[in-house]
């Protein structure tokens, strides 16, 4: 990939709530969840701003069994901790 097209990628992985770019901790929630978080859908939030929505903490049963939850090797730590915490 050219730093052209990561750059462009990385627009779309900015996060909604702080404009943190979430290119290393992108993950998938199960619909509700999202939904509670994130009523528009669209676009993307950090762990952090998920969990100022939520008013919780993330654990392991929020996130679906999707592959980039099991095998991406870019996270962040704290992304990296709620999907072990239960
Ligand atoms: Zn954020």
Redesign the pocket.
């Known amino acids: 990939m050219d730093k052209r097209k990561i750059q462009k990628s990385h627009k779309n992985f900015i996060?909604i709530?702080?404009?943190?770019d979430?290119w290393n901790e992108y993950y998938m929630l199960y619909g509700r969840i999202w939904r509670r978080a994130n009523p528009r859908e669209k676009g993307m939030?950090?762990i952090?701003?998920v969990e100022e929505k939520l008013g919780r903490k993330l654990t392991k049963k929020d996130f679906t069994k999707a592959p980039v939850n099991i095998a991406s090797a870019l996270r962040t730590a704290i992304l990296k901790n709620r999907l072990s915490r239960s």
């Open positions: 996060c709530g702080c404009g943190k979430t939030l950090c952090s701003c």
